[in-house]
Structures are given as structure tokens and as C-alpha cells.
């Protein structure tokens, strides 16, 4: 995915959040990156779910299972 | 993390690049969810990285740790 779709205030937030004192804007980018990069992941996972289930439509339950498919239990 | 931090339309639309003919709201929210709990995990462990090093800055060296530790190779 080479365009953003997360803010980077948002992303921001989230590291200030988990009690960061000061957060580099370089830090905010990576983190952005590596969400953008498993959201890409866990998307593309749970389309193939909703065609092996005869679906023309994303279901949550698609993504619940690519989730725990992917990253183990959510 | 009760608050969301990521647009719903920003994730409908990582759905949709995926392949996705149709996408549930249900969906949607569901991955939102997902990443933001994982954005949680991945913060929380950079800001103790952070700490650990010695440091008040959290820096993209202490996501990219904090990815591997959690996430396995991105």
C-alpha cells in the first residue's frame, strides 16, 4: 500500500496514550507504516474468506478469522 | 482503547483495495477494532523500549522492535 489512509495525529495519539513522553514524527510514521501494512494484510485475507464462502460481500466474521489466522487470538 | 482513532472510511477503503466487491459496516468497524488494539499492543511495547533504552523520546528504532516482538518480520 503505497498511499496513507491513517492519519498520523491519530497514530500520534495512540504512542502518547501508552504513556510515550515525547513521540519522534519518525516513530509515528513507522507505526502508521505497519498498520497500513497489516490492515492491507488482514483485508486481503478476509476477502479470500468471504469468495471461499460463496460471499460477494466482507463480513466481520471475515475479518475476525483472518485476524486470528493472521495474528493469532484477538 | 475505548476511543477510535482510525476513520471508518479510510478502513472501508483498505477492504475494498483488497479485492473486495461489497464490505459490511459490521466489517468495517471490526478491523478498525482490530487495529486499533493492535496499534495499542505495539505502542505500549514501544514506549517501555523507549524507557528501557533510556530515553523520553519514542523512536521508529522502538516500533520497528516492538513489531518484531509482536508481529514476527514486517
Chains 1, 2 share one sequence.
Not at 7 to 31: C, F, M, N, P, Q
Not at 48 to 74: C, N, P, Y
Request: hydrophobic letters at 45%; charged letters at 30%.
Amino acid at each position: 500500500m503505497s498511499e496513507t489512509e491513517f492519519g498520523l495525529a491519530a497514530v500520534y495519539r495512540i504512542i502518547k496514550k501508552s504513556g510515550a513522553e515525547r513521540v519522534s514524527d519518525e516513530a509515528a510514521e513507522e507505526l502508521r507504516r505497519i498498520l497500513e501494512l497489516v490492515a492491507g494484510q488482514l483485508a486481503k485475507q478476509a476477502t479470500e474468506l468471504s469468495v471461499h464462502a460463496g460471499r460477494h460481500t466482507v463480513k466481520a466474521s471475515d475479518i475476525k478469522l483472518a485476524a486470528k489466522t493472521i495474528l493469532g487470538e484477538e
